[in-house]
């Protein structure tokens, strides 16, 4: 069995991620992945709805618990490359527990 050093969830569905552009980000984040050979280290999952409807496309890493919203496809690699690769969260994409990005 693979245990993922990271695992990220973008909510692809709810009212309004699916018209944020959701699948977009969804597709960019597994092509970084894969082009990176890193599909043994990282998950990449659709995601069921965040319940923070308006503030999407929403993206949640584990197992640092950090949440992403208003990504774009443009947000993906800093993501990765910073994030899951560097464990330096991206902070202008971070929303925080307000409900708002820092």
Same mark, same amino acid.
């Given at each position: 069995?693979?245990?993922?050093?990271?695992h990220v969830?973008?909510?692809?569905s =709810?009212?309004?991620?699916p018209?944020?552009?959701?699948?977009? %980000? @969804?597709?960019e984040?597994r092509?970084?992945?894969?082009?990176?050979? @890193?599909?043994?280290?990282?998950?990449? $999952?659709?995601? =069921?709805c965040?319940?923070?409807? =308006? $503030?999407?496309?929403? *993206?949640? *890493? #584990?197992p640092?618990? %950090?949440?992403?919203a208003? %990504?774009?496809?443009e947000?993906v690699?800093?993501? %990765?490359?910073?994030h899951? @690769? $560097?464990d330096?969260?991206?902070?202008? @994409?971070? #929303?925080?527990?307000? =409900?708002?990005?820092?």
């Amino acid at each position: 069995m693979t245990v993922f050093k990271k695992h990220v969830f973008i909510c692809t569905s =709810g009212k309004t991620c699916p018209d944020q552009g959701a699948e977009e %980000v @969804l597709g960019e984040f597994r092509k970084e992945i894969s082009e990176r050979g @890193l599909k043994k280290e990282i998950r990449i $999952n659709k995601a =069921g709805c965040f319940d923070q409807c =308006g $503030n999407g496309p929403l *993206v949640v *890493v #584990y197992p640092e618990t %950090v949440w992403y919203a208003f %990504v774009k496809t443009e947000d993906v690699k800093e993501i %990765v490359e910073d994030h899951l @690769l $560097n464990d330096k969260p991206v902070t202008r @994409l971070i #929303y925080d527990e307000r =409900g708002r990005t820092t």
